[in-house]
C-alpha cells in the first residue's frame, strides 16, 4: 500500500512537473478550472492504478468483477477445507505421536476450529451464489473469523512458552493472510486497506494480551506488516493484469466458438431448404413426365402399322429424350435426398455374390444392345452371407455399371469381387468395374467426384446423364465406411473399385 502510494506519488509529481500530457496546466485565465482539472484527473488517475485498470465498458467490467467474486468464493471454500484438514492432521499428531488426550484445552481449541472451517467450507459451497452476491460483505467477515480463530489458537497454546516462537508464527499468519486477502480474496482496494489495518490491530491486540509484549519486537512486526502489504498490493495488481487478459482471450475464444456455431447451423439449414427444394422440385416434374411417356407409348401402340417410317423414328426419339430427362430427375432426387440415403438403416443379410449377378442383370439388355461380352468373377465369396446395406451397395454396382456400358463402344465388361480376411468373419471387400471404353483422362481423375461434373460438357449429348452419379457412389460408400476409387487411361478404358468391410454371418 505504502509502497504503491508511494510509486504513484513520484510518477504523477514527475508527470506534472515535466508538463507530459501536453495541455498546460496552470492558465492564467483558468486558474481554478485547472485545479478542479487536476484534482479530477489525479483522483482518476489514482482509483485507476488502485483498481488495476477496470475495462472502459461497464457491462465488460461487470462480467469480469462476477467472475472474479466466484473464484473467490471458490478459494474461500478451499481456504476452509484446507484450514480444517491442518488442524485434524496437526490433533492427530499430537494424539498418536505426543499422547496430548484430546480432553486437553489445545485439542479441544483445535476441534472448536475443526468445525468453525468445516461448517464455513460446507456453507460456502451450498450458497455459493449468496456467497457471490454479498462477496464484499461476506469476504472480510470471513478474513476476520480466519485471523480471529488461527490468533486465538496460537494465543491459547503460546506455543509452548516460547516467545519467539508465538512472535513468529502471529506475524507469519498474518503476513500470509494479508497477502491473501489481496490476492486470493480479491476485495476492492479501499477494504482490503481496512482489512490489513484491522488484522495489524488484531495482531498487535493478541501479542499485547499473551503477557509477552516487546515493543521492538512489535515495531518490527509492523514493519513485516507493511511490506507484506506492499507485496500483495503488487501482486494483486500483477494478477489482476493477467486475469483481465485471459478473461478477455477466453472471451472472444468463446464468441468465435459461438459464431462457428451459428455458421454451422445456418450453414445446415440453409442445405437443408435446398435439398428439400431440390427433392420437391424433381419430383413434381417428375410426375407429369411419367404420364408423357406412358402416353407416348400408348399413342405408339394405337398407332401401330399406320405411320411411316419417319414419323416411327421421331416418336422413338422423343421416347428416348423422356427417359433420359427421367434419369437425369432420378439422379438430381437421389443427390437431393442423399442425407436420407446415406442414413445408416441397419444391417440386413445378404449374399454378394447373388447381389452382383442381379445388378448385371439389370444391365444386361442395353449391354446386349451394344454387343459388348461381359465376365463375372464372384469365386471368392461364393454362397457366403454377409450382413450390411445391401440396397447402398446395389446402387452404387448399378452406376458403376451402367457408366461402363455407357462409355464403352467395344470389347468387355468385367466385374469382379475379391476379399481380404482382416479378422475371423471380418472382411475387406473390393468390387471392380473394368471396362474396355473411352477412358478419362488423367487430369479429370479427380474431378469426376464432384456433383454435376462431366469429362466434357458434349457427353450430356452424346451419353445423357447428369453428372451426379458418382458423387452419389461417393457418398454412399463413405456412409458404410467404405471408398471408391478409379484407374484409367483414355482410349485404353476404365478400372472403378470401391473397397469396403464386411461381416460375414
Ligand atoms: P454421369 O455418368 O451421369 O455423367 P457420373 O457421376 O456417373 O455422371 O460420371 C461423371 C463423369 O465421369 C462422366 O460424365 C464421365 O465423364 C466420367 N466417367 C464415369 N464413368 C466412366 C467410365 N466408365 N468411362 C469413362 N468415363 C467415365
Redesign the pocket.
Known amino acids: 500500500m505504502v509502497n504503491a502510494a508511494f510509486s504513484w506519488g513520484i510518477c504523477r509529481g514527475c508527470t506534472l512537473l515535466c508538463g507530459v500530457g501536453g495541455k498546460p496546466v496552470f492558465s492564467e485565465s483558468s486558474r481554478t478550472e485547472a485545479a478542479r482539472e487536476m484534482r479530477k484527473s489525479i483522483r482518476h488517475s489514482f482509483m485507476r492504478q488502485m483498481r488495476g485498470r477496470p475495462f472502459r465498458n461497464t457491462r465488460l467490467e461487470q462480467e469480469f468483477g462476477a467472475a472474479y467474486h466466484l473464484s473467490g468464493v471458490r478459494t474461500g471454500y478451499v481456504f476452509s477445507l484446507m484450514a480444517a484438514l491442518s488442524f485434524v492432521v496437526f490433533s492427530c499428531v499430537e494424539y498418536f505421536a505426543f499422547k496430548r488426550p484430546m480432553t486437553d484445552t489445545v485439542q479441544v481449541v483445535r476441534a472448536a476450529l475443526i468445525l468453525l472451517f468445516f461448517a464455513i467450507g460446507w456453507h460456502a459451497k451450498v450458497h455459493t451464489e449468496k456467497y457471490e452476491k454479498n462477496f464484499h460483505i461476506v469476504a472480510p467477515a470471513l478474513m476476520v473469523v480466519y485471523v480471529s480463530g488461527i490468533l486465538f489458537f496460537e494465543y491459547r497454546t503460546q506455543l509452548y512458552g516460547h516467545p519467539e516462537f508465538f512472535y513468529l508464527s502471529v506475524n507469519s499468519t498474518c503476513i500470509l493472510l494479508t497477502i491473501a486477502c489481496y490476492y486470493f480474496m480479491r476485495l476492492p482496494i479501499s477494504i482490503a486497506i481496512l482489512l490489513s489495518l484491522l488484522l495489524a490491530a488484531l495482531t498487535i491486540g493478541t501479542v499485547y494480551v499473551s503477557g509477552v509484549f516487546n515493543a521492538t519486537v512489535v515495531g518490527r512486526m509492523l514493519t513485516y506488516i507493511s511490506v507484506s502489504n506492499a507485496v500483495g498490493f503488487w501482486i494483486r495488481r500483477m494478477f489482476d493484469m493477467r486475469e483481465r487478459r485471459i478473461f478477455l482471450q477466453t472471451k472472444r475464444l468463446k464468441n468465435v466458438a459461438a459464431l462457428k456455431q451459428r455458421l454451422i447451423e445456418a450453414e445446415t439449414a440453409a442445405n437443408r431448404t435446398k435439398t428439400t427444394f431440390m427433392a420437391m422440385l424433381s419430383h413434381e416434374i417428375r410426375t407429369p413426365m411419367h404420364t408423357v411417356t406412358r402416353l407416348m407409348s400408348v399413342m405408339q401402340k394405337d398407332f401401330e402399322g399406320q405411320l411411316s417410317e419417319k414419323r416411327l423414328k421421331t416418336f422413338q426419339q422423343v421416347e428416348q429424350a423422356c427417359d433420359q430427362l427421367l434419369a437425369t430427375l432420378d ?1 438430381l432426387l437421389h443427390y437431393a435426398m442423399l442425407g436420407g440415403t446415406s442414413r445408416d438403416d441397419g444391417d440386413s443379410e445378404f449374399k454378394l455374390d447373388v447381389l452382383l449377378v442381379e445388378c448385371a442383370q439389370i444391365v444386361d439388355h442395353s449391354r446386349q444392345e451394344k454387343g459388348l461380352k461381359l465376365a463375372i468373377d464372384v469365386e471368392q465369396i461364393a454362397g457366403k452371407i454377409f450382413a450390411g446395406q445391401p440396397h447402398k451397395l446395389k446402387r452404387v454396382i448399378l ?2 455399371l ?3 456400358i ?3 463402344d467395344h470389347g468387355e465388361i468385367r466385374l469382379a469381387v475379391a476379399s481380404h480376411e482382416l479378422a475371423p468373419k471380418r472382411y475387406q471387400v473390393t468390387i471392380s ?1 473394368t ?1 474396355t ?4 483422362p488423367a487430369a ?1 481423375l479427380k474431378n ?2 464432384q456433383p454435376f ?4 460438357s458434349s ?2 449429348r452424346r ?11 461417393q457418398e454412399l460408400m463413405r456412409s458404410i465406411g467404405g471408398a471408391i476409387a ?1 484407374k ?1 487411361e483414355p482410349v485404353t ?2 478400372a ?1 473399385e470401391v473397397t469396403f468391410p464386411l461381416t460375414e454371418r
Not at 471404353?437 to 478419362?440: E, H, K, R, S, Y
Open positions: 439422379d452406376n458403376l451402367v457408366n461402363a455407357k462409355f464403352t468395374v471396362d471404353g473411352i477412358g478419362i479429370e469426376i467426384f461434373y462431366q469429362v466434357d457427353y450430356s451419353f445423357g446423364g447428369s453428372g451426379l452419379g458418382l458423387s452419389i457412389c478409379v484409367s478404358g476404365s472403378f
